[in-house]
């Protein structure tokens, strides 16, 4: 069975989506991090969003692994233990860019399914519930006030990294990622026309979760 949360930039998907798949004793899959991944390893090589010939040949050489170390989820290329780099801003910014290529998405689309073939996930990003998963049993997709969404993912990297960033400046690369991820020709960002819309805006982390298990039991 496959759980779908999508929504924007720091709207708290990757929280109550991994919430959500321990309390229901599903697997979790971040599809975000795999085009941070992605991203990272095409900037270390070197190749720009547009160069698709040499994009497909690093496809190849990418292997992405998730890995639970310690009650850890941690992100490996190839032998390489990426769980950090990959969540700088610079990242975020530089993943949303090269999620226009539909070669790219193209590939990892295909990663995502084989990943989830036969199991029980929940799987969080911008198109599950859309493109990748558009038979999944439940879907949800969470939305926030830009502001908050700022407020959110600047504490976040604060957390995770230590990083002190400015919030302005956050809410502007928010907005920028937002128009970029909703606009662009292939699987942009919207919920599916079967998807449970919660605007979190006011909502805790809690209430969230209790939203999301309680349309699952319902509906069980
Ligand atoms: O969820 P995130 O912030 O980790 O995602 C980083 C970027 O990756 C996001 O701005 C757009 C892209 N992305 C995507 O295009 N499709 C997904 N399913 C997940 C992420």
């Known amino acids: 069975m496959i759980i779908t949360i999508d929504g924007p930039s720091g709207v708290g998907k990757g929280t109550i989506a991994r919430i959500t798949s321990e309390s229901v ?86 990663m995502q399914r084989r990943l989830v073939k036969n199991k029980n996930y929940v799987a969080e990003g911008r198109d599950m519930g859309t493109y990748v998963f558009p038979g999944a049993e439940y879907k949800f997709y969470l939305d926030a006030d830009p502001a908050i969404r700022a407020n959110r993912r600047a504490l976040q990297l604060k957390e995770m990294l230590g990083i002190n960033i400015n919030e302005t400046k956050v809410l502007e690369e928010i907005t920028k990622r937002d128009k970029l991820d909703m606009t662009r020709s292939v699987c942009p960002l919207h919920p599916a026309d079967d998807a449970v819309i919660i605007d979190t805006s006011i909502l805790s982390i809690d209430d969230v979760v209790k939203k999301v298990e309680s349309v699952v039991k319902n509906n069980a």
Not at 81 to 89: K, L, P, Y
């Open 25 to 110: 004793g599903f697997n979790y899959l971040d599809s975000g991090a795999m085009y941070r991944a992605l991203a990272l390893f095409a900037d270390l090589h070197g190749i720009q969003k547009e160069d698709d010939k040499r994009l497909k040949k690093l496809l190849i050489d990418f292997h992405i692994r998730f890995i639970k170390e310690d009650g850890k989820e941690k992100v490996f290329i190839n032998s390489d233990d990426v769980t950090e780099d990959i969540r700088t801003n610079e990242i975020s910014t530089l993943a949303s860019k090269f999620a226009v290529n539909e070669t790219i998405r193209g590939v990892l689309r295909q």
